[in-house]
Structure formats: C-alpha cells, structure tokens
T-cell receptor, first 113, second 111 residues
Framework: NAGVTQTPKFQVLKTGQSMTLQCAQD?????MYWYRQDPGMGLRLIYY???????DKGEVPNGYNVSRLNKREFSLRLESAAPSQTSVYFC????????????FGAGTRLSVL | RKEVEQDPGPFNVPEGATVAFNCTYS??????FFWYRQDCRKEPKLLMS???SGNEDGRFTAQLNRASQYISLLIRDSKLSDSATYLC????????????FGPGTRLSVLP
C-alpha cells in the first residue's frame, strides 16, 4: 500500500522544455491536488480535482495544465518550463470526509535552468 | 494580509523544553483546522486535527479559538525527534477543496 506515489523524484529542465509530473494513488480517494512549495511561502495550490474527469484552478495555475483521466491518476504538465517554476511539487489526496486529512506524495524537486 | 500566518521562527529549544506555536487565520468561514509536520526534504504529514474543545495526543496539545481566529500547538518534553517544520493548515470547506497552508515554523530541539 504505497498511498500517493509521485514520479520523478528529481528533474532538471532547460527553459522552454516540457514535462509531465505523474501522481498515482491506491487509496481510492476522490479528491486529488497539486501544490508547489517555495521557501518561506508554504504550499500553494496549483490545481485540484474533486473527482475523476473534473479539475479546477487553484491559487497559482498559470503555466500548468492537469489531467484526471481516472480516479487513480492526476498528472501535472509544464508545457514550456520557466525558471520561476523551479520548486518542489507535491501531489496529495484527501479522504473527502469531514476530517479532510490530506496524504502527500514524496515530492518532485524540479529545477528549470 | 496572508490567509494563514504563523510564528516566523526558527525555534531552538533544549531537550525537555515546552514550546508553543501560534497560528492565525483570516477567513472566519474556515471549517477544519490541522497541524502538519514536515521533516527536511520530506512531504508534510498530519500531526493532529484541531477541535474546538481542544485536543491532546500524548505530548502534543492543540487549541482552537474561533472568536479570535487563532490556533495553537503546544509540545511538552521536547525530543530531538520533534525537530521539524510545523505547518498550520486551514480548510475553508467541509468537503475540502480549499486547504490553505501557513508558511510553517521550524523547530530545532537541541541536545
């Protein structure tokens, strides 16, 4: 039972390159999230998905796209990476109950040169 | 004003000390409250939920004051293993698409 799994763990991109960050859960939770974490700023929501086939913008969606084709997977795509997107990215899900506990993946450390 | 603010830290305390972290939130419609712990270069993990009546889990006590929009975390008898960053998290909807994270307060427990 891995919980929430993210790949890759590390990535270095050149400005303008594209890539997709993968996230998969084996917890059968409806809601999934993508955050970025920058020093001194806490986690900021990029996109979330309340259920399979639905996605909504969070606080900082510009420069990103997401895809929730099934309940298990939620991917984040950078179409044209910029140095400002250098960050640590976390995928998470939530129980969807009143307790609303979030479970996080181990993170992807992305550097854009 | 940030939606969730925390003590800036870092806090450096000796083993065995009692340490308290404070958090304030700006949205009075917030529904659920949590403390998460994040170790260096790791993902956040739930430490404890925070209930209106206050709640305790071993050496950890969380308090919520809705009128003042204030949350606290008290750690008694600090251990070296408590060294981490503590994140205050507020959920503005019951079935949560809007978790707001504070910037975190870093704690170092020294031998």
């Amino acid at each position: 039972n891995a919980g929430v799994t993210q790949t890759p763990k590390f990535q270095v991109l050149k400005t303008g390159q594209s890539m997709t960050l993968q996230c998969a859960q084996d917890m059968n939770h409806n809601s999934m999230y993508w955050y970025r974490q920058d020093p001194g700023m806490g986690l900021r929501l990029i996109y979330y998905s309340a259920s399979e086939g639905t996605t909504d913008k969070g606080e900082v969606p510009n420069g990103y796209n997401v895809s929730r084709l099934n309940k298990r997977e939620f991917s984040l795509r950078l179409e044209s990476a910029a140095p400002s997107q250098t960050s640590v990215y976390f995928c998470a899900n939530t129980t969807g109950t009143a307790k609303n506990i979030q479970y996080f993946g181990a993170g992807t450390r992305l550097s854009v040169l | 004003r940030k939606e969730v603010e925390q003590d800036p830290g870092p806090f450096n305390v000796p083993e065995g000390a009692t340490v308290a972290f404070n958090c304030t939130y700006s949205n009075s419609a917030s529904q659920s409250f949590f403390w998460y712990r994040q170790d260096c270069r790791k993902e956040p993990k739930l430490l404890m939920s925070v209930y209106s009546s206050g709640n305790e889990d071993g050496r950890f006590t969380a308090q919520l004051n809705r009128a003042s929009q204030y949350i606290s975390l008290l750690i008694r008898d600090s251990k070296l293993s408590d060294s981490a960053t503590y994140l205050c998290v507020v959920n503005q909807k019951n079935y949560g698409q809007n978790f707001v994270f504070g910037p975190g307060t870093r704690l170092s427990v020294l031998p």
